[in-house]
Structure formats: C-alpha cells, structure tokens
C-alpha cells in the first residue's frame, strides 16, 4: 500500500493520476485561489478559465513541441468521436483514406470512415490476431494519390505500439495517439493530426485533444454541421460551446506533473525502464508469454499469458488483493495486462514484478 491508501492502479483508462496532482485538485476544490468559488462553478467565459485554458495550451505545446501552424482543439465526445470527425474533415473526394488495422480502436475507425467515403485498408493485422504492426514496405495499395494515411500509435488492447512512423510524402499521417500520447518524444510536423482521448495520459475523462494542422481545416465540406467543423472550434479557441472545463483545468496541472518530473524526455526515460524491466520478467521463464511480436511490444500496455491459462483469473484476484489493480486484459483478447502510463511509478513495476516471482514459485 502507498501512501493515503492507495494501491497501484495499472487499468488501461481511466488510468491512474499522480497523487500529487489529485492532491492539488483537492487543495484547490472548495475556493479556486481564493476566488470564493470551485473551478466546477466557473464560467467558461470569465477571465479565470481564460488563465486556465491558455496556460495548459501553452504548456502542452511547450511539452511536445507544437509549432505554431498546428491548433490544439479542447473537445468532446471522446477518441471515438474523431474516428468520424476526422474523415468528415480531412477526406478529399476522389482520393481514398488509408488506414492500417492493428487493431480494436483502428478497426472501429475503419468501420465510421467506410460510412463517410472511400477507404482503403492497407495493412490487416487481423491475419495475424493483431500481434504486430508489420513493416511498412509490405503495406498494400498504399498511393500518394490519397486524402491521408491513418494509424493507431498504440494499441491499447492487444499491446502493440508504433516504435517507427510510416511517411508518405505530402500525404498527412493522422495518429489515434490516445494511449501514448506524452509518453514519449514525437516529432508533431511529420503528421497531419494527432487525437487522443485525455482519460490516460492527460487527466480525467471527457476531454479529448486535437492537434491539427491548420491548413487541413480548410478542407470540411461546407455543409458539415457547425459543431462538427474543426474550424468552428479553431475560430472560437475551444470555446464555441462549453468545454469539458473540470478536465482542462487538470490536464493543465498533469502537465506541470510532467515538466516536475523533468519533461517528456524524462518521463520516455522512465516509460523505457518500467516497460523493459517487465517484459524482461516476462521472458526469464516460460512460465509467462508475452502476446505480442518483441519488436512492436507497447511500452504503454504490457499484454501477457500464462501458460496454465487456469491460473489467469487466480493471478488477477491475488495481485489485486496485495494491493496491484487493474490487471485483467481485455475482455476481447483475455489473459493480463499491465497499463505503465506516465502516473505509473518505476515502484509500482518492481512490485508486480516481485509478485510475478513470488506467483510462479508457488504454481510452476
Ligand atoms: C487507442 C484508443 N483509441 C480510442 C479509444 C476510445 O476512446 P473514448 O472512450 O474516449 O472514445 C481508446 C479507449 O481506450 C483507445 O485506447
């Protein structure tokens, strides 16, 4: 148990946040700096959001390095909205959307986008139950005659990851980057969008982030309802309609978290660490299998078997009774998985693995 009673929490989303991050959150509830109100009172026009709101937009851009012709839209309606969002946006008549399937969430926006128009699915990770994100130079029917080339940087469930991104030269890469994004160092200009749901790395549900190349904006259709326009929430800074203020105002202090801790080069140092000490736990023996090819192993979501699958359920209950949560995999996919986001101390890793230890003494 650490401190205030908390366990380790490795759920996949909503994921853990630093303590001292909910600390401050409770500091501030009652009375927001001595305003006499809580931020969850606050117009989302006074001057006090406008602070709030400026300050995580400058920070997250300071953070990751956006270059100024890139907005950064505060949003709703989740990962899953832009999974249609995007196409309604960025697709151009006449030239097909490639997207690669590595997975659950890529599947998903695969599915919205043969609503919107012409797709083209360029890698089937289903072909090999989704264990790998492929080379790029075996991809199928990828064009440069196309409106964008769409990928999934982290595969939540089935525990792959993007360790290289594909180019295509003027075609924009878009990025469904909502389980890794500010885990590690991306060069933003080399895509076109980047969206992530904020619910693991970023803070609280029900805010989603868009970075988006602003010339990509022009392209909506006219007739696109207004709500739906990227260029509605650009010309009003996030503000067209009420935004998810409670949710911005603790990304805004995540993002102090993170320069706290040294920054996101930092932070990719200490993902680098926990991730590899657990899948080197997970190979010493047979006892444990990881699920995943090595070379596209996510150093987010750390999938793994064990070989008597009849001692999966005993392993999540035991863990979670010494205090280690969260660590069922996906209903879809079975077996665990251990979700390392950025709140996730190198502590926590060396206690699941010191239980990995303790667990296979006592059954192999
Ligand atoms: C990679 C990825 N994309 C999209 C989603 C869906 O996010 P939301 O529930 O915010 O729509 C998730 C949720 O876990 C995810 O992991």
Known sequence: MQEAGRVYNFNPGPAALPLEVLQEVQREMVN?????????????????FD?????????????????????????????SLQFSMLPMNLMVPGKPALYADTGTWASKAIKEA????????????????????????????????ASYLYICSNNTIYGTQYHFF???DSVPLVADMSSDILSRWVNVPKFGAIFAGAQKNLGPAGLTVVILRKDLAGRAPATLP???????????????????????YVMGLVLEWVKSQ????????????KAASLYERIDATDFYAGTCEPADRSKMN???????????????K????????????????????????????????????????AFEEKHR
Not at 57 to 78: K, N, S
Not at 302 to 316: G, M, N, Q, S
């Open 51 to 79: 602070g709030i709101l400026a300050k995580t937009e400058a920070t997250f851009r300071e953070l990751m390095g956006i270059p100024a012709d890139y907005e950064v839209l505060f949003l709703q309606g989740g990962a």
């Open 226 to 248: 207004t709500m739906l326009k990227y260029s509605t929430h650009m010309a009003d800074k996030s503000c067209y309609n009420t935004p998810p203020v409670f949710a911005i």
């Open 318 to 357: 035991e863990a979670a009774a010494q205090g280690l949560v969260g660590l069922k995999g996906h209903r879809s996919v079975g077996g665990m998985r251990a979700s390392l986001y950025n709140a996730m101390p190198l502590a926590g890793v060396s206690a699941l693995i010191d239980f990995m230890t």
């Open 32 to 48: 927001y700096k001595g305003c006499g109100y809580s931020i969850l009172e606050m117009s989302h026009r006074g001057g006090l």
């Open 262 to 273: 040294g920054g996101l080069s930092a932070i990719e140092q200490v993902n680098n660490a």
């Open 166 to 168: 594909p180019e295509l």
């Open 114 to 145: 043969k609503l919107l128009g012409n797709v083209k699915v360029v890698f089937d990770g289903k072909k090999q139950g989704y264990r790998q994100i492929g080379d790029f130079s075996e991809w199928e029917g990828v064009t440069r005659e």
């Open 302 to 316: 750390v999938t793994f078997r064990i070989h008597r699958e009849e001692l999966e359920e005993k392993f999540v």
